[in-house]
């Protein structure tokens, strides 16, 4: 299986900087099909995970453009711009390159 | 609205057996692949089963394989998960989600607030 490892584990970060997440995965993403099947889900306290970032970095419908993804093969990055209060939560990378889908452990993300 | 809603979770002994439902509504069912997902307590997520759009291809994680079986009424805009030999190891939130895809595993673009499966002698 993928081995998905998401660094830091927490990010304590000030209303209206940025916080970026790192996502390795053990093996490269890129799918026979050309494309990389590598998402990003928000899950906010107390709800369900939510889908912000599909195919390493097309966002999802309703998802702000704070929120943007990069990164190719092994490496990618999450990036949220001007953080704010609603964007406390868990967040996890997602790979569907190869079965079994599995998913980095999480990254909390909190106010200073 | 959009939605999906999880239930048929609760505290079942260790070998006993337990069916989750998954009600959607707001999107045409039965065009869409679907999956369970679980997160044990304070835990990250672990990918359980997926269905295709038809119900004609099922897949598991190891850890499941033979133990559980996921079906789908399309009829009924309804996602099942069957569990027998339950273990303590089982014991999560199980969350349904949708897939943008029909028959191959993408990406889990709507999910449900999940039900709890407690195992617990």
């Known amino acids: 299986d993928i081995v998905m490892t998401q660094t830091p584990l927490s990010s304590p970060v000030t209303l209206g900087q940025s916080a970026s997440i790192s996502c390795r995965s053990s093996?490269?993403?890129?799918?026979?099909?050309?494309?990389?099947?590598l998402s990003w889900l928000q899950q906010r306290p107390g709800q369900p995970p939510r889908l912000l970032i599909y195919?390493?970095?097309q966002r999802s419908s309703g998802v702000p453009d704070r929120f943007s993804g990069s990164g190719a093969g092994t490496d990618f990055t999450l990036k949220i711009s001007r953080v704010e209060a609603e964007d406390v939560g868990v967040y996890y990378c997602?790979?569907?390159?190869?079965?079994?889908?599995?998913f980095g452990g999480g990254t909390k993300v909190e106010i200073k | 609205q959009v939605q999906l809603v999880e239930s048929g979770g609760g505290v079942v002994q260790p070998g006993r057996s337990l069916r989750l439902s998954c009600a959607a509504s707001?999107?045409?069912?039965?065009?869409?692949?679907m999956h369970w997902v679980r997160q044990a307590p304070g835990k990250g997520l672990e990918w359980v089963a997926h269905?295709?759009?038809?119900?004609?291809?099922?897949d598991y994680v190891d850890s499941v394989k033979g133990r559980f079986t996921i079906s789908r009424d399309n009829s009924k805009n309804t996602l099942y998960l069957q569990m027998n030999s339950l273990r303590t190891e089982d014991m999560s939130v199980y969350h349904c989600?949708?897939?943008?895809?029909?028959?191959?595993?993408?990406?889990?673009?709507?999910w449900g607030r999940g039900t709890l499966v407690t195992v617990s002698s």
């Open positions: 269905i295709s759009y038809d119900g004609s291809n099922q």
């Open positions: 989600a949708k897939d943008l895809g029909a028959n191959r595993i993408r990406h889990f673009d709507l």
């Open positions: 997602m790979q569907t390159t190869q079965f079994p889908p599995t």
């Open positions: 093996q490269s993403l890129v799918h026979s099909d050309g494309n990389t099947y």
């Open positions: 707001g999107f045409t069912f039965s065009s869409y692949g």
């Open positions: 195919k390493v970095s």
